[in-house]
């Protein structure tokens, strides 16, 4: 039976899975990566996921907020290069936006995602089109929105299934943004690589809240 929300330990263990599923991912990641841009982000996220598993155990949090938080500001200290600041922006921003609440559910999701899609976009200036990550984010974010009302084992599942359309759409796209723009009509039929660890980041969340 899913969770219809999270307490502050289901969150912390939630994010554990998110971390060990990215890294996990390395491989994947990293040819993504290589296929359009310098082949450095599996272990970019690798070295943060660990990072973030490090801060994760040698903490004590006093509620959810500070757990995203934590996790975005492990990211950025530890992997340097876009996706460091643009990932800890999307954990850091995302756990602002749960500041006072006691648990995570459908309206924490879309309270998180809001602003950090927002955060990344200022942060970054792509838009949805420019196969980046913001091509999985901003439909995950958009599909939070429209399901306040659903237990979180439902708008997860469906904010995940946006988030991997986002990513699989991103294929068809030509790169205008990051590395990859200098290759034009090349960078066609590849998923972009940090638009592949946002659907491996909501995946893994549904997968701990569905479980
Ligand atoms: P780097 O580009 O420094 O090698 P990574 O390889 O770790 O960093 O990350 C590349 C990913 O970062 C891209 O696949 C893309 O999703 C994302 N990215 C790069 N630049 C931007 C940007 N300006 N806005 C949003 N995302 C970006
Ligand atoms: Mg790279």
Known sequence: MGKENLNLNETVEMVKLVASSIIESEPLLTDAD???GDGDHGLGM???MN???DKISDSTFENISDVFKATGMAMM???GGASGALFGTL???GGK????KEVFDSEGIRLFLESANEGVK???GASVGDKTMIDALEPAAEEAMNHTSLPLYESIKLVAQAAEAGKEKSKDMIATMGRAKTLGERSLGHPDAGACSIAIIFESMSKFINK
């Open 51 to 53: 990072a973030v598993l």
């Open 34 to 36: 290589r296929n359009l």
């Open 122 to 124: 200022s942060r970054g």
């Open 91 to 93: 954990f850091r921003n």
């Open 77 to 79: 200290s530890s992997m």
């Open 46 to 48: 690798e070295r943060g």
């Open 97 to 100: 936006a749960l500041e006072g």
